[in-house]
C-alpha cells in the first residue's frame, strides 16, 4: 500500500506542477504560491523515505521558483530530522535564493555535525562578503566535513569584495585558518591578494608558508618571476624549496622565454641547490637566452650535481639548436652518462626534424661506444625509409653486439625503398641472411625478399 500511495504522490506532483505554470505567469506564481503544490513537496520533503525526499528536493532546486515559496520550504528545517535538515540545506544552498538564509543561518546552532557542515555549504550561494570571517572561522573548527564545508563555501561566495574580505581575515588568523585562506585565494584565482601570499611565505609557521608556496602556483605570473626568485633564495626547508620550484615552472610555462634573463641573471649568486631549480625553470622557459645559459653556465658548473642536471635538461631541449652543443657534450664529455644523455639527445633531436637529418645521426653513430646508445641509433634509422639510411645501417650487420637491431633497422627500412632502390635493398636483405642475425628475423628477411 507505501509503494501505491508514493507512485500516486509522484503523479500528484507532476500534475500539479503543470497546473501551477500553466495557471498563470511565473511573476503571479512567484507572489502567490501554489500552496497544494508547495504542500505536495513538504509532503515529499518529509517522508521518511530517501527517494521520495529526492523527488521532493528536485522540486524544490528546480520546479517551484518565488521567494514565498522558498522562504515555506525554509519553515520546514525545524520539523525533520538531521538527516532530512541537511538534505534540505543542500537544496535551498542549491536553489540559490537568499530569501532562506535566516531559516539557514538558524541550523547553525544543531548539535549535528552533517546539519552545521550543510549550513556552511548552502553559505557558498546565500552568503557574501560579510559571511567571511564566520566562514573563515569554520576553516579550522568542528569535524572534518565542517572545515571542508567552510572552505569550498569561500571559494563559491561572489559578490564584490569577497576576496578583499577574504584577505583582511588572514590579519590575525591562528596557522591553521591562515593556511586555509590562502588555498581559498588561491582557488578563487585572486591574483589582487599576491602581496599578502608573498608576505606569508615569511610566515613564522611552517603549514602557512607551504600554504603561500602553493599559491603562488597558480596566482604568480610572467612578471612577478623576480619575485618568486626572491622567494626561492630564502626557503627554509626542502619541502618548500619543492613548491617554490612548482611555482616557478608553472610562471616559466605560462611566460616562456620572457622569463630566461631574470632566471639567468639570479643563477651567477645562487647556491647549487638552487642552480639546479635555476635549471629546470631555463628549460622549462626555453628560448637562445635560457639554452645559452645551461650550455655557458650550467654544463661548465663547479658542482658535479649541477653539472649532472645541465645536461639532462639539454638532452631534452625542444629545439634543434640544441644539436651543435650536444654533439660537442658526446665528444668531449669526461663521464660517460654525460656522453650517452648527449647522444640520445641529438637522436632525439634529429629525429624530429621533417625529414630526419640523417648526417647528425650519422654523426652520432660514429661517437657511441656502447651498444646500448647503436641500439637506441638503430631503432631511430628502422624509422627512416631512406638508402641513407640504410647505409648507416648495414655496416652494422657484422657487429655481434648489435647484429640483431641492425638486422631488424634493415629489414624496416628495405620494406620501405624496394619500390624506389630495390638494388640497395635486396643487397641488405641478403646481408642479412648471411649475417648472424636470429632465425625469425632472417626468416622475414627471406619474406620482404621474396615479395620484391
Not at 427 to 452: C, F, I, N, W, Y
Request: glycine fraction near 8%; include cysteine; hydrophobic fraction near 50%.
Amino acid at each position: 500500500m507505501r509503494v501505491t500511495w508514493k507512485a500516486r504522490t509522484a503523479v500528484c506532483l507532476v500534475v500539479l506542477g503543470a497546473v501551477y505554470w500553466l495557471g498563470g505567469s511565473p511573476a503571479a506564481a512567484q507572489d502567490e504560491p501554489n500552496e497544494a503544490l508547495i504542500e505536495m513537496v513538504t509532503t515529499l520533503v518529509s517522508d521518511a523515505d530517501r527517494d521520495m525526499r529526492a523527488l521532493g528536493l528536485q522540486q524544490i532546486r528546480e520546479e517551484v521558483p518565488g521567494e514565498a515559496a522558498t522562504k515555506k520550504f525554509a519553515e520546514l528545517l525545524p520539523k525533520l530530522a538531521p538527516e532530512g535538515q541537511a538534505e534540505l540545506l543542500g537544496a535551498l544552498g542549491d536553489r540559490g535564493d537568499v530569501a532562506a538564509k535566516p531559516a539557514v543561518m538558524s541550523m547553525l546552532d544543531s548539535e549535528q555535525p552533517a546539519v552545521r557542515a550543510a549550513v556552511l555549504s548552502a553559505l557558498g550561494a546565500l552568503g557574501g562578503p560579510g559571511d567571511v570571517p564566520l566562514l573563515a572561522k569554520g576553516t579550522a573548527a568542528g569535524s572534518d566535513a565542517e572545515k571542508a564545508a567552510a572552505r569550498l563555501a569561500l571559494v563559491r561566495l561572489r559578490g564584490e569584495g569577497v576576496n578583499e574580505a577574504v584577505v583582511s581575515a588572514i590579519d590575525g588568523a591562528g596557522p591553521e585558518v591562515h593556511a586555509a585562506l590562502l588555498g581559498v585565494l588561491a582557488s578563487r584565482n585572486a591574483k589582487e591578494a599576491l602581496p599578502t601570499v608573498v608576505v606569508s611565505t615569511q610566515d613564522q609557521a611552517e603549514p602557512v608558508r607551504l600554504a603561500a608556496l602553493s599559491a603562488l602556483r597558480y596566482l604568480a605570473d610572467v612578471d612577478d618571476t623576480a619575485k618568486l626568485l626572491d622567494v626561492l633564495g630564502e626557503v627554509q626547508s626542502e619541502a618548500e624549496r619543492r613548491k617554490a620550484e612548482l611555482a616557478l615552472l608553472a610562471v616559466c610555462s605560462r611566460g616562456g622565454q620572457q622569463c630566461a634573463e631574470p632566471l639567468a641573471a639570479a643563477y651567477e649568486t645562487a647556491d647549487p641547490a638552487t642552480r639546479i631549480v635555476l635549471l629546470h625553470a631555463l628549460a622549462r622557459a626555453g628560448g637562445d637566452k635560457a639554452a645559452a645559459t645551461i650550455t655557458n653556465k650550467g654544463l661548465n658548473d663547479d658542482d658535479r650535481a649541477v653539472r649532472d642536471e645541465a645536461v639532462r635538461m639539454l638532452s631534452r631541449w625542444p629545439d634543434p639548436d640544441a644539436i651543435v652543443p650536444l654533439l660537442h657534450l658526446a665528444e668531449s664529455a669526461d663521464e660517460l652518462r654525460h656522453k650517452v644523455l648527449a647522444i640520445r639527445g641529438v637522436v632525439r633531436l634529429a629525429c624530429a626534424e621533417q625529414p630526419p637529418d640523417v648526417d647528425v645521426i650519422e654523426v652520432a653513430l660514429e661517437l657511441a661506444s656502447r651498444p646500448e646508445e647503436k641500439r637506441l641509433i638503430l631503432g631511430a634509422l628502422g624509422n627512416i625509409g631512406t638508402p641513407e639510411a640504410l647505409a648507416l645501417v648495414t655496416p652494422l650487420l657484422a657487429d655481434a653486439a648489435v647484429a640483431e637491431e641492425a638486422a631488424l633497422a634493415a629489414i624496416a627500412i628495405a620494406e620501405k625503398i624496394k619500390g624506389d632502390a630495390p638494388a640497395r635493398a635486396r643487397e641488405a636483405l641478403e646481408k642479412v641472411l648471411t649475417g648472424p642475425a636470429s632465425q625469425a628475423t632472417r626468416k622475414r628477411a627471406q619474406e620482404v625478399l621474396d615479395s620484391m
